[in-house]
């Protein structure tokens, strides 16, 4: 699989016309191949004002390394980001209220901050299509070139593990603070980009423990998922 997602990159780096995208698709290349132990990663949130995203907007990335198998909080970041017009009604979920992202950054700076966190790195995200969805569709509006993201879902995992048990889900089995709750991990306040992410990296770390040596687990293995 590492093979695979190599050649996958090489390809994209090769047909991209930006040179910010071909130099953060190779950087990726070498973590691809690595075993989950020695892999650098980055656990990654966003909060938003909707789900939809071609109308709604990004209002908060929340990123935590995870290196070697440990969360790096000293290295944890989180940053608002200014929008155009209100929050709105989505204010009640994530609890950002317009005022607040005056003190933001524009989109334009928060997509520049998190190339440059994230580039050799391998994103880390609980229900990764909706986030990737996001940053994706923000990447092309501020470079004018689309990428393919890259991300090991924990949501993806534990439905798989899941799955193994039972033929049928119940309604919120996968949400993040349920399957939190299956490995005994602390209850955090939800909705909130740099706890989300802080919430899906320790989900990760608990869930690949469960798999077994983390010498022989390959992030090839976590990788393809889906």
């Not at 193994?164 to 119940?170: T, Y």
Request: hydrophobic share 45%; proline share 2%; glycine share 8%.
């Amino acid at each position: 699989m590492g093979f695979v997602l190599r050649s996958q990159l090489c390809w994209r780096a090769f047909v991209s016309r930006s040179d910010v995208t071909k130099q953060y698709y190779r950087s990726q290349m070498p973590a691809v191949s690595q075993v989950f132990s020695e892999a650098s990663l980055m656990a990654v949130d966003l909060e938003m004002t909707g789900l939809d995203t071609h109308s709604d907007q990004i209002l908060s990335i929340g990123l935590i390394p995870i290196e070697k198998g440990l969360l790096q909080l000293n290295r944890a970041e989180q940053r608002l980001i200014q929008i155009n017009g209100s929050v709105g009604h989505s204010a009640t979920i994530h609890g950002i209220v317009d005022h607040q992202l005056q003190a933001g950054v524009s989109l334009d700076s928060a997509i520049e901050w998190f190339m440059e966190r994230t580039r050799g790195k391998l994103l880390v995200a609980h229900h990764s299509p909706l986030d990737l969805g996001f940053l994706q569709v923000a990447i092309k509006q501020v470079t004018g070139e689309s990428i393919k993201l890259l991300a090991i879902d924990t949501l993806a995992i534990e439905r798989k593990r899941l799955l193994r048990k039972q033929d049928v889900l119940k309604e919120g089995t996968l949400r993040l603070g349920a399957c939190r709750a299956r490995y005994g991990l602390p209850v955090y306040a939800a909705h909130n980009a740099l706890v989300d992410a802080l919430a899906c990296g320790e989900l990760l770390l608990a869930q690949a423990s469960a798999m077994g040596d983390t010498q022989k687990l390959t992030i090839g293995e976590l990788l393809s998922v889906k």
